[in-house]
């Protein structure tokens, strides 16, 4: 039932193993697929398996993994992310290449740590799944707490203690938050309506998946001109389109114009025009203790004088940005944030 | 408490779905029970917190038009987040049309009570405090409506907030009434926002009392008709403990009422005494700013009828010592940094202007003098606020 984690090696061996196996049972009926009725009906369904998004821990069909150029910091949990799109129609580009999902898709994002992150196949504890439903009147989060083998439904949230060793062979421990509903809808709502944050086609663009998602027949073909977004690790990469790609998948869900920070004027969108909005000699407005003493959210060439940075590396409710789903620093966005500060004219 | 539920069900909604009650108790895992119950709660439900302690862990929200979450009293029931993980504030509002009433909210990290885009919210009969007393690791603003229409804030007690205690933000059409606000950095503060009736209120104990502020590159700026009424506005002697960077840090200790870069406020038959610094300061916005679309400077603004006590012994901003020794050894209880359009006193008390040309100068540039203002028709009062029918009627 658990969507394992899948290392690439593994899943083109885990596809050879499955074609084999299609062969030799193919007399026998397909198994059922995903349950198009209950993704796109009006229930809170109690169990994940009762949408067979996984059979035996793999991907159901038209159920498809993809990646994020530049991921959402979770307290460093790992996150496998799946696409689905029912049979018979797919998700098309909007023009600022959103992508629009038809009714009855769904986004699914299981939350996972390694035992030892240095043996990334080793044991691993799958905490929770989030799903996101495209029903008719709009999308509808839901997450579901794993216990034994399925994950059960917990919109009010939780609390869990979890511990791991980290790359650096560190003993680390999180009071990992799993976010109640409505603090789904906190970072995914635009403009009051519910959206996803991570899939749109210029942090989805990393040269061949958006070809494997058309060809997947998910999603229609990208229209051109579409800029990607810079991965926010990729050395290669200039700096500030690197943090901005950063901010923009961490900050701008709350921090834009349609946004639960709207009130704040700090707008962090890879495409916002105004310095001012992105922070450069902003004042803060209702930051309270989070502004430290500081007096802009940044301060060019100064990151230990900029508000911006200071919330980022504090792990203290009230200062912490983002407010949900970060507990812990996230050491090298913040590396990258300071970085990006220091070389500000 | 089910009926005036159920006529209210009856009244708005087409489909006949009877209003419900929904009752949490405080105890074992009450943050799960809670925030479940106000994301259960249908429209025209009402969520009671029972008597005792709730001991939360993180941040609540409600996301439900036409809900509302009562308790047994703001000393019965308690929403503690002393222990509070995560969230940026205490309870946090995204839905309209929601009565929060009876209840306290305690020790929250961040702000204490949120509403966004929450139009037509009550807020009454509560209690935002921190219960360690003025402390700059307080959250800012206890109880916090901002980019709404229709606020009423009505009997609410606030204290302890390192920035403000009733904070109104960049919104229209607010009634802060009959509230108590201590201890606070600033006690009550309207902000960028438009129509605003704050009347009948308790400010002291604060570092200044009621504020009326503008500030650039916001989503709305412009603030503007804004009556300061009929409020107990004194002894507010509190040390600033503002973390510098904030506007409010700016206040002077000893603030009665602040008006900054708002356009239409009047100021009338309030008492104020005991404030350290002045009763009544009147300025513009004092730093550089990069938008178009600001007006730093106060413009009809009225202050008239007040009733006055002792001020100024205790001049708290750079240069007030000197400026008061210059006066005869206080300074008079209102100031004016000299700046700004139709700007009118008519209280029975000297007032001071600076005799600035522009409100960045800095206070070495000030000639101070007392102040004359023109005879004759005063710029119009705004209107008296009118909240939409029905909304007081929810806490009769």
């Given at each position: 039932?658990?969507?394992?984690?899948?290392?690439?090696?593994?899943?083109?061996?885990a596809s050879?193993?499955?074609a084999a196996?299609l062969?030799?049972a193919s007399a026998?009926?397909?198994?059922p697929?995903?349950?198009?009725?209950l993704?796109?009906?009006d229930?809170l369904?109690?169990?994940?398996?009762?949408f067979?998004f996984?059979?035996?821990?793999?991907?159901?069909?038209?159920?498809?993994?993809?990646?994020?150029?530049?991921?959402l910091f979770s307290?460093?949990?790992?996150?496998?992310?799946?696409i689905?799109v029912?049979?018979?129609?797919r998700a098309?580009?909007?023009?600022?290449?959103?992508?629009?999902?038809?009714?009855?898709?769904?986004?699914?994002?299981?939350f996972?740590?390694p035992?030892?992150a240095?043996?990334?196949?080793?044991?691993?504890?799958t905490?929770?799944?989030?799903?996101l439903l495209?029903?008719?009147?709009?999308?509808?989060?839901?997450?579901?707490?794993?216990?034994?083998d399925?994950a059960?439904?917990?919109?009010g949230?939780?609390?869990?203690?979890i511990?791991?060793?980290?790359?650096?062979?560190?003993?680390r421990?999180?009071?990992?938050?799993?976010p109640?509903?409505?603090?789904?809808?906190?970072c995914?709502?635009?403009?009051?309506?519910l959206?996803?944050?991570g899939?749109?086609?210029?942090?989805?663009?990393?040269?061949h998946q958006?070809?494997?998602?058309?060809?997947?027949?998910?999603?229609?073909?990208?229209?051109?001109g579409?800029?990607?977004m810079?991965r926010?690790?990729?050395?290669?990469?200039?700096?500030?389109?690197?943090?901005?790609?950063?901010?923009?998948?961490?900050?701008?869900?709350?921090?834009?114009?349609?946004?639960?920070?709207?009130?704040?004027?700090?707008?962090l969108?890879?495409?916002?025009?105004?310095?001012?909005?992105?922070?450069?000699?902003?004042?803060?407005?209702a930051?309270?203790?989070?502004?430290?003493?500081?007096a802009?959210?940044?301060?060019?060439g100064?990151?230990?004088q900029s508000i911006?940075?200071?919330?980022?590396?504090?792990?203290?409710?009230?200062?912490?940005?983002?407010?949900?789903?970060?507990?812990?620093?996230?050491?090298?966005?913040v590396?990258?944030?300071?970085?990006?500060?220091?070389?500000?004219? | 408490?089910?009926?005036?539920?159920?006529?209210?069900s009856?009244?708005?909604?087409?489909?006949p779905?009877?209003?419900?009650v929904?009752?949490?108790?405080?105890g074992?895992?009450?943050?799960?029970?809670?925030?479940?119950a106000?994301?259960?709660a249908?429209p025209?439900?009402?969520?009671?917190?029972g008597?005792?302690?709730?001991?939360?862990?993180d941040?609540?929200s409600?996301?439900?038009?036409?809900?509302?979450?009562?308790?047994?009293?703001p000393?019965?029931?308690?929403?503690?987040?002393?222990g509070?993980?995560?969230?940026?504030?205490?309870?946090?509002?995204?839905?309209?049309?929601v009565?929060?009433?009876?209840?306290a909210?305690?020790?929250t990290?961040?702000?204490?009570?949120k509403?966004?885009?929450?139009?037509?919210?009550?807020?009454?009969?509560?209690r935002?405090?921190?219960?360690?007393?003025p402390k700059?690791?307080?959250?800012?603003?206890?109880?916090?409506?901002?980019s709404?229409?229709?606020i009423?804030?009505?009997k609410?007690v606030?204290?302890?907030?390192?920035?403000a205690g009733?904070?109104?933000?960049?919104?229209?059409?607010?009634?802060?009434?009959?509230?108590?606000a201590?201890?606070?950095?600033?006690?009550?503060?309207?902000?960028?926002?438009?129509?605003?009736?704050?009347?009948g209120?308790?400010?002291?104990?604060?570092?200044?009392?009621?504020?009326?502020?503008?500030?650039p590159?916001?989503?709305?700026?412009?603030?503007?008709?804004v009556?300061?009424?009929?409020?107990?506005i004194?002894?507010?002697?509190?040390?600033?403990?503002a973390?510098?960077?904030?506007i409010?840090?700016?206040?002077?200790?000893g603030?009665?009422?602040?008006?900054?870069a708002?356009?239409?406020?009047?100021?009338?038959?309030n008492?104020?005494?005991?404030?350290g610094?002045?009763?009544v300061?009147?300025?513009?916005y004092?730093e550089?700013?990069?938008?178009?679309?600001?007006?730093?400077?106060?413009?009809?603004?009225?202050?008239?009828?007040?009733v006055?006590?002792?001020?100024g012994?205790?001049?708290?901003?750079p240069?007030?010592?000197?400026?008061?020794?210059?006066?005869?050894?206080?300074?008079?209880?209102?100031?004016?940094d000299?700046?700004?359009?139709?700007?009118?006193?008519r209280d029975?008390?000297?007032?001071?202007?600076?005799?600035?040309?522009?409100?960045r100068?800095?206070?070495t540039?000030?000639?101070p003098?007392?102040?004359?203002?023109p005879?004759?028709?005063?710029?119009?009062?705004?209107a008296?606020?009118?909240?939409?029918a029905?909304?007081?009627?929810?806490?009769?």
């Amino acid at each position: 039932m658990r969507p394992l984690r899948t290392p690439p090696v593994r899943r083109l061996a885990a596809s050879v193993l499955a074609a084999a196996a299609l062969l030799l049972a193919s007399a026998a009926p397909p198994a059922p697929g995903v349950d198009d009725a209950l993704i796109a009906g009006d229930t809170l369904p109690q169990r994940l398996s009762e949408f067979r998004f996984f059979i035996d821990g793999r991907p159901n069909r038209r159920v498809v993994r993809y990646q994020l150029n530049t991921p959402l910091f979770s307290d460093y949990a790992d996150k496998d992310r799946f696409i689905y799109v029912p049979a018979g129609s797919r998700a098309r580009y909007g023009a600022d290449g959103a992508i629009d999902f038809p009714v009855g898709s769904a986004l699914i994002k299981s939350f996972s740590y390694p035992a030892d992150a240095r043996q990334p196949d080793g044991p691993r504890r799958t905490v929770e799944t989030r799903v996101l439903l495209r029903r008719a009147s709009g999308w509808v989060a839901l997450p579901y707490l794993w216990s034994g083998d399925d994950a059960v439904l917990r919109r009010g949230g939780a609390r869990l203690e979890i511990g791991w060793t980290d790359k650096a062979g560190r003993a680390r421990t999180v009071s990992y938050g799993v976010p109640n509903a409505n603090q789904c809808k906190e970072c995914h709502q635009s403009a009051g309506a519910l959206v996803p944050i991570g899939p749109k086609a210029r942090n989805l663009d990393d040269g061949h998946q958006l070809g494997a998602l058309a060809a997947a027949g998910l999603v229609d073909r990208a229209p051109p001109g579409l800029a990607a977004m810079p991965r926010a690790d990729d050395p290669a990469a200039p700096l500030a389109a690197r943090a901005r790609a950063y901010l923009d998948i961490n900050c701008a869900h709350c921090h834009s114009r349609a946004g639960m920070a709207s009130n704040s004027g700090l707008y962090l969108g890879f495409d916002e025009p105004d310095p001012v909005a992105r922070g450069r000699l902003k004042r803060p407005v209702a930051a309270g203790r989070g502004s430290a003493g500081l007096a802009f959210d940044i301060q060019p060439g100064a990151p230990d004088q900029s508000i911006l940075l200071h919330r980022m590396a504090s792990t203290e409710p009230g200062i912490a940005m983002p407010e949900l789903g970060r507990t812990l620093t996230h050491d090298e966005g913040v590396a990258l944030i300071r970085a990006y500060i220091a070389q500000m004219k | 408490m089910a009926a005036p539920a159920a006529i209210l069900s009856c009244a708005f909604l087409s489909a006949p779905v009877a209003a419900r009650v929904i009752a949490v108790a405080p105890g074992p895992d009450a943050q799960a029970r809670l925030q479940e119950a106000l994301i259960d709660a249908r429209p025209g439900d009402t969520v009671t917190l029972g008597a005792g302690r709730f001991e939360l862990t993180d941040g609540l929200s409600l996301d439900v038009d036409r809900v509302e979450l009562r308790g047994a009293g703001p000393d019965r029931t308690v929403l503690s987040f002393k222990g509070q993980q995560g969230a940026g504030e205490g309870l946090l509002v995204t839905s309209d049309d929601v009565v929060l009433r009876d209840f306290a909210v305690e020790d929250t990290r961040g702000d204490g009570i949120k509403s966004k885009g929450a139009d037509r919210i009550v807020y009454h009969n509560l209690r935002v405090e921190w219960t360690g007393g003025p402390k700059a690791t307080n959250g800012a603003y206890g109880v916090y409506p901002v980019s709404s229409s229709d606020i009423l804030v009505d009997k609410v007690v606030v204290r302890g907030a390192s920035d403000a205690g009733i904070y109104v933000g960049q919104s229209r059409n607010i009634v802060v009434r009959g509230s108590i606000a201590e201890y606070n950095v600033a006690g009550i503060e309207i902000e960028n926002s438009y129509n605003a009736d704050v009347h009948g209120n308790v400010a002291r104990h604060n570092t200044g009392g009621i504020l009326v502020f503008d500030l650039p590159n916001l989503p709305q700026t412009g603030g503007h008709s804004v009556r300061v009424f009929a409020n107990q506005i004194t002894d507010n002697d509190t040390p600033n403990f503002a973390p510098a960077g904030n506007i409010v840090a700016s206040v002077p200790t000893g603030t009665g009422v602040m008006v900054m870069a708002n356009a239409r406020v009047h100021v009338f038959g309030n008492t104020l005494a005991g404030n350290g610094t002045t009763n009544v300061l009147l300025v513009g916005y004092r730093e550089a700013f990069d938008d178009k679309a600001y007006n730093p400077l106060i413009r009809e603004v009225v202050v008239r009828d007040n009733v006055h006590g002792r001020a100024g012994y205790a001049p708290a901003f750079p240069g007030g010592a000197e400026l008061a020794a210059a006066m005869g050894g206080t300074l008079p209880p209102i100031v004016w940094d000299g700046t700004g359009e139709r700007v009118v006193a008519r209280d029975k008390v000297t007032a001071l202007t600076l005799a600035l040309s522009d409100p960045r100068q800095p206070l070495t540039a000030a000639r101070p003098a007392p102040a004359r203002f023109p005879d004759g028709a005063l710029p119009g009062e705004p209107a008296p606020v009118v909240l939409p029918a029905g909304m007081a009627e929810r806490i009769r």
